[in-house]
Nanobody, 116 residues
């Protein structure tokens, strides 16, 4: 069974930092794209940051210059360094892995809480 496991969420004061980690395991070949999403206000999750094997990186405008995504493709792992956190960043953050054979996998999420 393919699964993604996130860690690193928690409670931090505004202006602080957190580092989220995600590791994909199971019957997958590789993640050609990994990203971090947060729930937002509705059912559709909002892209926060994503990176592909061609090193294309995308960030939501709201997190540019504050968050940095990185990966270790050999380990199917992704990381999100979150600096200068704001209360509006508080959310459940989900890791996503997309594979070369059409897989699309999500973790269960890790809670990030930012106090003002």
């Amino acid at each position: 069974q393919v699964r993604l496991v996130e860690s690193g969420g928690g409670l931090v004061e505004a202006g602080g930092s957190l580092r989220l980690s995600c590791t994909a395991s199971g019957r997958i070949t590789s993640c050609y794209s990994m990203g971090w999403y947060r729930q937002g206000l509705g059912q559709e999750r909002d892209m926060v940051a994503r990176i592909s094997t061609d090193r294309t990186v995308d960030y939501a405008d709201s997190v540019k210059d504050r968050f940095t995504i990185s990966t270790n493709r050999a380990r199917n792992s992704a990381y999100l360094q979150m600096n200068s956190l704001k209360p509006e960043d508080a959310d459940v953050y989900y890791c996503r892995c997309r594979t070369r054979i059409g897989g699309d996998y999500w973790g269960q999420g890790t809670q990030v809480t930012v106090s003002s």
